[in-house]
T-cell receptor
Framework: EADIYQTPRYLVIGTGKKITLECSQTMGHDKMYWYQQDPGMELHLIHYSYGVNSTEKGDLSSESTVSRIRTEHFPLTLESARPSHTSQYLC???????????FGSGTQLSVL | EDQVTQSPEALRLQEGESSSLNCSYTVSGLRGLFWYRQDPGKGPEFLFTLYSAGEEKEKERLKATLTKKESFLHITAPKPEDSATYLCAVQDFGGGGADGLTFGKGTHLIIQP
């Protein structure tokens, strides 16, 4: 059973709002990831972290930012949301580079 | 650039009707191939990791196999609860950021009672 949690599950907001999507894991994993997924499309990596104070941008360009102040917590922030940010955001973690990814349940974001 | 192509995009089967899902991949050096199951509104759930050609793994009605160019997920006598989207992903040794994990678009499987 995966111990990785995302909140909120669903979020509907207006254009221009600042939002933070939360992700926490209790498995002590150093490696954490944010993916973006649109219906019928591949998961695209937008941010990753290999440990505290380590953050990198992924393959898909994103206007969001992330922070990693504690091992268990990897929040994603959008300073000014736009309709183009409407998507599902999935957080994941893994123990090591060869290990399986554990995913959270996702946040479905809708920007009006 | 790594590529993963899954087929078919969607598959509808009758309960008990066995079939296979395909994952074709191109990677410079395969570190691992992963299969995940994703239910609507949820995150992907890990099923299998395969590391080398010829390897096979089984779990209940599912069996995953691997060759140098593709992987198959065989579903034997499926039940309605097997309905989900099945995702394939590959990881290479090349690095290039974030472990080089590349996902396919998935196969949407529906099992009708």
């Amino acid at each position: 059973e995966a111990d990785i949690y995302q909140t909120p599950r669903y979020l509907v907001i207006g254009t221009g709002k600042k939002i933070t999507l939360e992700c926490s894991q209790t498995m002590g994993h150093d490696k954490m990831y944010w993916y973006q997924q649109d219906p019928g499309m591949e998961l695209h990596l937008i941010h990753y972290s290999y440990g505290v104070n380590s953050t990198e941008k992924g393959d898909l360009s994103s206007e969001s930012t992330v922070s990693r102040i504690r091992t268990e917590h990897f929040p994603l922030t959008l300073e000014s949301a736009r309709p183009s940010h409407t998507s599902q955001y999935l957080c994941a973690s893994r123990l090591d580079l060869a290990g399986k990814l554990f995913f959270g349940s996702g946040t479905q974001l809708s920007v009006l | 650039e790594d590529q993963v192509t899954q087929s078919p995009e969607a598959l509808r089967l009758q309960e008990g009707e066995s079939s296979s899902l395909n994952c074709s991949y191109t990677v410079s050096g395969l570190r691992g191939l992963f299969w995940y199951r994703q239910d609507p509104g949820k995150g992907p759930e890990f099923l299998f990791t395969l590391y080398s050609a010829g390897e096979e793994k089984e779990k209940e009605r599912l069996k995953a196999t691997l060759t140098k160019k593709e992987s198959f997920l065989h579903i034997t006598a499926p039940k309605p609860e097997d309905s989900a989207t099945y995702l394939c992903a590959v990881q290479d040794f090349g690095g290039g950021g974030a472990d080089g994990l590349t996902f396919g678009k998935g196969t949407h499987l529906i099992i009708q009672p």
